[in-house]
């Protein structure tokens, strides 16, 4: 596998393990006494393809999200956070796992860094290995469930109900089709361990209006769940991760129609709505005070997708890579009576600090045998404090970036190739950065392009190596590249295989439902991941 | 001079005027009863080269704009909000008069579609024809002051107090400098109508550091003026141009390296500071329940500037340009127990708006003897009402684009020249939208480009013009701008001719300060406008 950041970096390489520190810092700040109940309920709000600029508390012109605003007015907003990986199951992987897709095995090294995720053919997935939060909270008297997209492995073995969960409402992977049941098979949806139908079949997304009561049926799971832990006073960890924001963009027959941003928008006021429901219930119920929630989204919008996509407000080019608008998420932590109300964070944060936060909230002591890479947000989400710490960008099996304070490095720079942007694949729609949107793979490591996030955060202007800025900022940040990669011990690649034959044709629970369908023969073939 | 529409929109010509109308359907949605007091106060905050992205409510992502974040959160915000020109003169010409620069003369014959403005040695100037706002309401009993730019011509004719303000503590033009006072002369600041001293002799601004305490001045001279009036019970308008946000862009040293964002974050985050200051004044003097207070900018974020200019969010390039970049304004209305908290404001808005609005509210007659493009927005700002209206986009003598609805239509597009653009002069860094970002003033007239601000308000699809929504859409925009171009009657245009005689080498006040120049023989020329 290439890690390719030259000799320049290579120089700086020692054994101190960059990552196991951060997380003891973190720890070390969130000495606080707690004022909460010993186990608060943990709420993660996972949008799709949800971008940066979609709410209107980050700047969406249209102003549609007046209830995730208001979960911000009562919360804390994170205008610094960011997704481990610019596309969906690596991501979910990191979150899940605290770790980065390069450690918990979500890439390949089919082609040296390229985006790779977990399509229906599949056959990798989530190891044993990898010990993921819910897991943790299970062992420490959690109840957990996932509703929406699951996204960590189509085969059986990495369920999540093998990882950690109670109980699952949805599916394995994204809502795509329809298909035919004989080339391809429509993609499950699962209650627990067993199906329940398939999208297209029994659950209908109609491809020509859009229409789809997916996310009113996620809302209902989502408040019942709460509903049934509360009466019983069961801990819980409810992992909310809806999709109507992914293409096909859905929405109910009720807000079909109703956003000025056309059918994205449609799909954006409903899942703002169920946010709504979602933050009511915990108030209705009385555990808002013992409940941390997180609003966030997986990666930036898919722009590629144009209008049917969402907004990276002013950051550039969008999901798929690791510029500003593919990593950067629109993020908000509510707990009232813990979090003072109207707070703007200044802590960089990242979707893997859920599992450091929540198992420090909960004291749950972390895996001490592996990195972690998250951090605990305690001292952000309580006092306001800011913990340094830095953000790496990658793609596939490539750090191509990294971000320390509010100064980021391109060590290689890549859009996706000229042969795919001729056709119409475009992740940066209506930008062009000079050097810094390229279509080709381009190596910087031996003089990476420095930006200024703070006065820049568009990433238009590289910073000149000659600077005092450059010479000034460059060093700590490839100080805290070259810490990162001298303890970096990548994990088995799980991404590399596909074989129709591990394809949904008969899940479990298909024979009661008489809905099994004949397998195609085994025939491994390694994945081709294009861009 | 040139209004070139083509062929196609002549076939729309009528001699229906349609501002007029505009105006009356506003007047009668503004019916409803009058529950402030008869003569209200008006407070203009315009900022100077400001971007729609400036602002934390507005997604600048290091949100240090508290101040007026918390003015949106009490009042009302305008994301559709338009400057009536890309650049600063014209805007402010058009402010003041409630009239499109096309109308008031604040435009130049001397290349098609080029922007002009007032630098020193413009010899032109506000007509004397053109009845400003302060002109009509000292009439009806207010006292008007204008704080820091004035912009609407050197000669002293065309001074604040010789068109409605009583008071005045600023210039005439941009704190442009340091001069020799030999080839040019330091631009002179007047406290009324005798000039107190000079930028850079006596108002320093240190070049190096950026550093001036000017906006410190300008923030006494506001709270000193609204305490005065309100001793007195004296109604007032306060308009408040402060400059610090354009280049040179300066802060004083309390706010010198505050902001994330580097120099031109400091200037806002003391004008923010000031804002807070002055919304306290008014309500520890009691008097914000009367005071209506208007925030935002004269044209959109100087791209050109780079990082020492601002941001214009997700729209697309800047100022001297008719994207949204150039045209949207970050815009909050505030007027406590009349507006209610919290509010978004689905109405077009524009600059030339708070002249129909003000005479509305303080049931002064808007001049019947000619056409006025501000509409009262009286209905929006007291009952959340939607007026349907157009939103005219010129470059100079040139209409290069309409908006209706959520639709805008592009009926020429530039950016600025190659030339120019491959000297590094850049309208629209790192963006390149094919078609739109065109470096030839190209003519769109027999099929405008049409957009969804909507879906799109970064503008970077075009849509297509055998869809559906093109068919639907485009009529209506066409017939707002034929009514339009029909009932127009351009003014004389102000911004042709250039002398250097006419600087500032001894205005008024000069003999007590013994401070007068010598001016050079008079050499009228044309003015050169590059873009």
Redesign the interface.
């Known amino acids: 596998m290439a890690l390719n950041l030259g000799l320049l970096l290579l120089l700086f390489y020692s054994s101190y393990s960059c990552c196991l520190s951060f997380s003891e810092s973190a720890t070390g700040l969130g000495s606080s006494s707690l004022r909460f109940e010993e186990k608060p309920n943990f709420v993660i709000l996972l949008m799709d393809d949800m971008g940066w600029?979609d709410l209107?508390v980050?700047?969406?012109?249209?102003?549609e999200t007046p209830n995730l605003d208001q979960m911000a007015?009562e919360g804390m907003?994170f205008?610094?956070f960011y997704s481990a990986n610019p596309i969906c199951s690596p991501s979910r992987a990191s979150l899940l796992s605290g770790r980065l897709p390069i450690r918990n095995g979500f890439y390949t090294t089919n082609k040296l860094g390229h985006d790779a995720y977990t399509p229906q053919v599949i056959v990798g997935g989530i190891p044993d290995e990898e010990i993921l939060l819910p897991e943790l909270l299970q062992k420490h008297g959690y109840r957990n469930k996932i509703i929406g997209k699951w996204h960590l492995g189509q085969q059986p073995q990495y369920h999540p109900l093998k990882h950690g969960f109670d109980e699952w409402f949805g599916a394995p992977n994204c809502h795509f089709g329809p298909f035919d049941d004989k080339k391809t098979p429509n993609i499950p949806v699962y209650k627990d361990a067993d199906m329940v139908g398939r999208y297209y079949e029994d659950f209908l997304i109609d491809r020509k209006t859009g229409e789809s009561n997916l996310t009113q049926i996620y809302i209902k799971e989502a408040t019942s769940f709460i509903e049934a832990q509360t009466t019983k006073g069961q801990p819980f960890f409810l992992y909310w991760a809806v999709d109507a924001t992914h293409e096909p963009v859905y929405a109910s027959r009720d807000f079909l129609g109703t956003?000025?941003?056309?059918l994205?928008?449609d799909a954006v006021r409903e899942l703002d709505s169920g946010v709504g429901e979602i933050l009511a219930t915990l108030q209705r119920l009385g555990v808002d005070k013992n409940t941390l929630v997180f609003f966030t989204s997986d990666n930036g919008a898919a722009t590629y997708a144009?209008?049917n996509g969402g907004?990276n407000?002013?950051f550039?080019c969008g999901k798929q890579t690791t510029f500003e608008g593919g990593s950067r998420e629109p993020t908000i932590a509510w707990w009232p009576g813990h979090i003072s109300p109207g707070q703007?964070s200044k802590q960089t944060g990242s979707l893997m600090d859920f599992f450091s936060t929540f198992l420090d909230l909960a004291s749950i002591p972390a895996p001490a045998d592996r990195a972690i890479d998250g951090i605990s947000l305690r001292s952000a989400l309580l006092h306001s404090n800011v913990t340094d710490r830095p953000i790496f960008y990658y793609r596939g099996d490539l750090l191509m970036a990294a971000r320390l304070g509010?100064y980021k490095a391109h060590l290689w720079t890549w859009t996706n190739g000229l042969e795919e942007y001729h056709k119409g694949i475009d992740f940066c729609?209506?930008?062009?950065?000079e050097g810094l949107t390229t279509h080709k793979q381009t190596n910087h490591t031996d003089s990476p392009l420095l930006i200024?996030?703070?006065?820049?955060?568009?990433?238009?202007?590289i910073i000149k190596p000659h600077s005092s800025v450059y010479r000034k900022e460059m060093p700590a940040i490839l100080e805290a590249v070259s810490k990162h990669l001298s303890g970096l011990k990548p994990g088995v690649p799980q991404l590399n295989w596909c074989d129709s034959a591990v394809m949904n044709w008969a899940p479990q629970g298909c024979e009661k439902l008489g809905r099994c369908l004949p397998a195609p023969k085994s025939q491994p073939y390694k994945c081709v991941w294009p861009h």
């Open positions: 600029g209107g980050f700047g969406e012109p249209s102003k007015a907003l205008p610094d956003s000025r941003r056309g994205y928008g144009k209008t907004s407000g002013p550039l703007v509010q729609p209506g930008e062009n950065v200024d996030l703070g006065a820049d955060p568009g990433e238009k202007y």
